[in-house]
């Protein structure tokens, strides 16, 4: 399973982004889908979750600016990022965690990372 993130760069603050983050791989049934971020000298934190039935979770620090969705024929999941602050500021990654369909093992995988950086 492998998970590919796009979608970071640098923006003002009030500005928008979207990240993707494409799931592939055979075998593999995700359930949760989420995004996590670490700042600078911080550690990496939860931003916001989505279940495979369409429940959303997020940190108190982006609720009402961030939006998580998911496509389950694409395999693939988004965050949209709006009303961007110099806070947002981090390394975003994907992860989701699931069931492979041969085996019935639990694993969750992780995405590469992909940069946001929100200028004053």
């Known amino acids: 399973v492998q998970l590919q993130a796009s979608g970071g760069g640098l923006v003002q603050a009030g500005g928008s982004l979207r990240l993707s983050c494409v799931v592939s791989?055979?075998?593999?049934?995700?359930?949760?889908m989420a995004w996590y971020r670490r700042a600078p000298g911080k550690q990496r934190d939860l931003v916001a979750t989505i279940t495979i039935g369409g429940i959303t979770n997020y940190a108190d620090s982006v609720k009402g600016r961030f939006t998580i969705t998911r496509d389950n024929a694409k395999n693939t999941v988004y965050l949209q990022m709006d009303s961007l602050k110099p806070e947002d500021t981090a390394v975003y990654f994907c992860?989701?965690?699931?069931?492979?369909?041969?085996?019935?093992?639990?694993?969750?995988?992780w995405g590469q990372g992909t940069q946001v950086t929100v200028s004053s």
């Open positions: 992860n989701v965690d699931g069931v492979n369909t041969i085996t019935l093992i639990h694993s969750d995988y």
């Open positions: 791989g055979s075998n593999f049934r995700i359930d949760r």
